[in-house]
């Protein structure tokens, strides 16, 4: 007897299996972020060089996942829904390609370029989130712009430093919602980002 219940065990265990719940299957999501500038204007032969530093990342912006503000103040930053790259090296390249379309310079150039520069862009990407509490994403930037004079006489030193908050309405909680919300907020900072370039070109 004690034998047959062995045997028959495995049958049993396998008709319970399909008893159990199944858990289903989320896909992760990989959003762009790569807000495109309004305008598109060649180079200006007669412009300065500028340089666009890397932006560094304010505090869990090295992070991935699409942040939402929840009601609390507390951050939710999701799993399966995440910018295909990191925020902050996202809005590295978008200033500098909105920068190269305003058409201001002679070139718009990263970090390890031969070229020397003679304005310099630096700064930190501090806040990018969706808060649907206040119906808004918003994307803050910490910039400076620096004037370059390189050589043994030449002293770089700073033109300005501006905090720039971009903003766009939020009309659902849904992730796709809050990834057009956020990437219309960093566009708008980027707007304002070249504005201030542009200033001193």
């Given amino acids: 007897m004690q034998r047959r219940l062995i045997l028959m065990a495995p049958l049993w265990l396998a008709g319970c299996g399909s008893l159990l719940p199944t858990q289903k299957y ?8 790569q807000p495109s500038p309004p305008v598109s204007n060649p180079p200006n032969p007669n412009g300065p060089i500028l340089l666009v530093r890397d932006l560094a990342a304010g505090p869990g912006l090295n992070e991935q996942g699409l942040r939402t503000l929840r009601p609390d103040g507390s951050l939710d930053v ?7 790259v990191a925020p902050a090296d996202a809005a590295t390249a978008a200033l500098t390609a909105w920068a190269a379309a305003s ?8 970090t390890g370029t031969r070229l020397t520069p003679a ?7 501090t806040e990018f989130v969706a808060d649907p509490t206040a119906g808004q994403a918003r994307a803050v930037l910490t910039l400076v712009v620096i004037a370059n004079n390189p050589g043994p006489i ?3 030193h700073p033109l300005a430093q501006q905090l720039i908050t971009g903003t766009a309405p939020l009309h659902s909680t849904d992730a ?3 990834v057009v919300a956020m990437q219309a907020a960093l566009a708008n900072a980027l707007g304002q980002a070249v504005r201030l370039l542009v200033k001193f070109a």
Wanted: glycine share 8%; proline share 3%; net charge positive.
């Fill in 119 to 125: 304005l310099i862009v630096e700064g930190e990407l």
């Fill in 154 to 156: 030449g002293k770089s």
């Fill in 26 to 33: 989320v896909r992760q999501v990989n959003w762009p972020l």
């Fill in 78 to 84: 999701a799993y399966y829904n995440r910018w295909a």
């Fill in 103 to 110: 058409g201001a310079f002679s070139a718009v150039v990263n």
């Fill in 176 to 178: 796709k919602a809050e």
